[in-house]
């Protein structure tokens, strides 16, 4: 243990050098904003926090900048940013691919931003210039979805930033890093504690560790880098000092709020309106879901049916009963298997008024940012998915079934720059993917609800997550047999109930899904269906086609099933409850690495052959 314990701080050391050399490219990669002569185009708003003052050669420059660039959204970062907020930047983006990765969340300076007034219209974003950090945060995340391709960062020099304090840049820090990276958040504990452990244990590397903490800002900042922080000179007292600025600066930002609450009081107000709207927001979700479920779950499903919905066989068997693992609303489902054809679904079904309860809050509403941090983390695995049909055809016409705020489109048009992307969904979500541009055009409705006006007319239909949690597949291949062109294709993903997860973990195999997967289709099945209709299967995937995580998604919704978290409207909270989640949590961790070790040493097993959690294929229409 002590021969490891002294290599910590070696491996700090390493780290920061690479680190730092990471930092130091990604801000010399910085464009620095010439002046321009020309008058401010007219379509371009200016968003700045408090402080932050643009002159009018400040908003030429930008102004020219954008539009020599096609840009419609730029993050002008001032030049004198304090070296802690210079680094952040570097941190949260990559700007070698900021620009023209369209799933990169929205980050930057969060200091003022230029954007055209189009896009802060669909947005949402009202122009103003009295913003703090923490609110351009949210608004820089809104900016760069509705203009994935067409936001980019630029130095803007001769702006001087706003002021700053330890507790802002904390506040920024957590709501930046939070929802997408939340380890990163972690990473200067570990560090911390690396170093501390290195000086005792191997005293000229943990100093070696400490000198160079202390000075990596001015091997990042110093030297031809736009940015020229103000603090640059002070940065190792700065770093030496954060902790008691940050405390002095918590208690000082403290003081103020009690004062502002005060005054508030005084005048009969609410002391933080955001805070109380939030407060009143969850008390009105518990209130609404304790009135939904007073009669019972049982009350959302549907009478059970005998036989197959696939092949009308009565042979029956049960094959899984499980409660809702990921979310912990009420109720057990169960999960039935013909034994003639091997289909599984759900016997019986939810209502579609319980479908609307139960998928409710799964990804939207309390759970909106981790299903935005989901999706940016499968970005390469949805490029993949756009690859499928490379080989085959040249898609001029997409149309994306069960494509929620048009995630797959955004991404696919980088693979496919010159395609029109349709799609199919819920109106909440579709709406949403047609105001942000990723879909071109919206269909509110059900896919074969809209079939016929549509008969021919797409060279790909996508399903990707969508027949598992269909109303009727069947009904819904018919549709893609029609809607198809000669010789256009079908690609589509689903989770293999053959898997080697489904075998093994047992209720705790997150493809599962339960309550909202409504069947599984085994892969020979949805083959012979599709040549019913006239479809040639022409590639089949398994291994290329799986994901990883089966073991960490099992270790946690174990923990979920023994500990929810009591933050969930639908369940009781109390403090009990929250000392449980805490003490099951801690006691996870352990779990949770092996299974994380286990699960890439066992990777090349899981992946060969049939034994993969999912399946992808791609069908042919025959002319």
Known sequence: MRFLLSWAPILVVVGL????????????????LPASGRPVDPDHVFVCAAGVQLTEAAKRAASYHAHRERLDVLDLVPADLTIERALDVARMVDTRTYRSDRLAPGRGAFQALLVRAEVARLAGVEVRDDYTPVELVEITERLKRHAPASTDLAVLAGVRAARDDGAMRVRVQRRSWTAVKPLNTIFPTI???????????????????TALFWCQPFFVCAGRVPVAPRDLIRSPIVRITAGVEFAIS???????????????????LPADPAKEQTKAAAVARRERYLRAFAGGAEQFLAPPRPDCPWCGSFELAVRLRSPDLELRKPGWFQLDECLVCGHLFQNPRLTPAGRVLYERDRVDGINAARAEAAVFARAAHLRAQAELVRPFVLPRYWLDVGAGVGSFCNVARAVWPRTVFDGVGPAESIGEARRRGWVDRAYPVHFADIAEAVTGQYDVISMFG????????????????????PGGYL??????????????????????????????????????????????????QFGEAHQPGDLIAAVGQVTQALAPSPKLPWLPGSPARWLLRGTVLL???????????????????????????????????EA
């Open 17 to 32: 050098l690479l680190n730092g050399v990471r930092l130091r490219g990604r801000l010399r990669r910085l464009d620095t």
């Open 250 to 268: 918590s208690v000082r930002a403290w003081r103020q709020n009690q004062r502002a609450a005060a005054e508030a009081k005084a005048k009969g």
């Open 491 to 540: 690609v589509a993903e689903l989770p293999n109930p053959e898997g080697l997860g489904a075998r093994r973990l047992g209720r705790f195999w997150p493809g599962w899904g339960v309550p909202g997967v409504r069947q599984l289709i085994p892969v020979d099945n949805l083959v012979a269906a599709l040549g019913d209709r006239g479809l040639r299967t022409v590639l089949l």
């Open 466 to 485: 969508y027949l598992e949690r269909s109303r009727d597949p069947s009904e819904d291949l018919d549709a893609v047999a029609k809607a198809l062109g």
């Open 191 to 209: 560090r911390d504690a690396a170093t501390v452990v290195g000086v005792h244990y191997n005293r000229p590397w943990g100093l070696a560790a």
């Open 587 to 621: 006691a996870a961790a352990a779990p949770a690495l092996l299974a994380g070790l286990a699960g890439a040493l066992l990777a090349p097993a899981m992946r060969k052959g049939e034994r993969s959690n999912t399946y992808r294929l791609v069908a042919r229409k």
